[in-house]
């Protein structure tokens, strides 16, 4: 089991930007494919973005598809999550996960067996 871990939540008005990290703690991702999920108050986790293990395919929700950017650094084992054009109704606690090795990524939250703490967005109006 690898323990991730997320930052770069915060508060930020609409139409500003954050970007969010996650990093395994201790061990690497090398080959897992990569997720970012959030979760609103008193409503389901949902799928935000993920990334293949190779980096080469990346898949978005369609609420935020066109303002968000998932990306890997291998080398430094990192995944990001870029968001822009952020929007009030993106305020949620986001979560970033690794699915099985060299599995094919998903968007449902069945497809990933680690999980991190996860990290606050807010998003003032």
């Known amino acids: 089991q690898v323990q991730l871990v997320e930052s770069g939540g915060g508060l930020v008005q609409a139409g500003g930007s954050l970007r969010l990290s996650c990093a395994p703690s201790?061990?690497?991702?090398?080959?897992?494919?990569m997720g970012w999920f959030r979760q609103a108050p008193v409503k389901e986790r949902e799928f935000a973005a993920a990334?293949?293990?190779?980096?080469?395919?990346?898949y978005y929700a369609d609420s935020v598809k066109g303002r968000f950017t998932i990306s890997r650094d291998n080398a430094k084992n990192t995944v990001y999550l870029q968001m822009n054009s952020l929007k009030p109704e993106d305020t949620a606690v986001y979560y970033c996960?690794?699915?099985?090795?060299?599995?094919?990524?998903?968007?449902?939250?069945?497809?990933?067996?680690?999980w991190g703490q996860g990290t606050q967005v807010t998003v003032s109006s």
């Open positions: 996960a690794a699915g099985r090795p060299w599995a094919a990524a998903t968007m449902t939250p069945t497809g990933y067996n680690d």
């Open positions: 201790g061990r690497t991702f090398t080959g897992r494919p």
């Open positions: 990334i293949s293990w190779g980096g080469s395919n990346t």
